[in-house]
């Protein structure tokens, strides 16, 4: 362990962050700067939105509900695609490879902490049309 006393203190952040990505089935409340290893974010979807069905191929991500009810459409062992309803409380992990879609029952509001947005986003069915997420496209779609 680093000597807690020699840190480089310039690196603290004191400074609240936030930003807010509209997407068309809702939004996202990002509460962790880009610039760490890891994300924090809160995914607002409207009452019968879904997500894209996708895959990433270096981003794994966890899930908690914390208001309204929400769904998701991931994939088990078998390769089959099941649906869980997300129950207040308990947390549900997606693994690199796996394909999942977050779905909105009633407006809801899902915290999602993942490692940090890097790879690519396959979108393997998409409400709107959109192309798979690159790091560039995330990049220029956020204006970082």
Not at 51 to 79: C, F, N, P, T, Y
Request: one cysteine or more; a negative charge.
């Amino acid at each position: 362990m680093n000597d807690p006393v020699n840190v480089d203190k310039n690196t603290f952040l004191t400074a609240p962050y936030h930003k807010k990505i509209e997407k068309p089935w809702g939004y996202e409340l990002h509460f962790v700067p880009n610039t760490l290893p890891y994300m924090g974010k809160i995914i607002h979807i409207f009452v019968g939105k879904r997500l894209s069905l996708q895959v990433h191929d270096k981003k794994q991500e966890s899930w908690m509900i914390m208001r309204g009810q929400g769904k998701v459409v991931w994939e088990d062992a078998s390769g089959n695609l099941i649906e869980t309803v997300l129950r207040e409380g308990e947390g549900y992990t997606c693994a690199v490879g796996q394909k999942h879609r977050l779905v909105g029952i009633t407006d809801c509001d899902i915290i999602e902490v993942s490692t940090s947005e890097i790879g690519t986003t396959y979108r393997l069915e998409d409400d709107y049309k959109r192309p798979d997420e690159t790091e560039e496209k995330r990049r220029e779609e956020r204006e970082e």
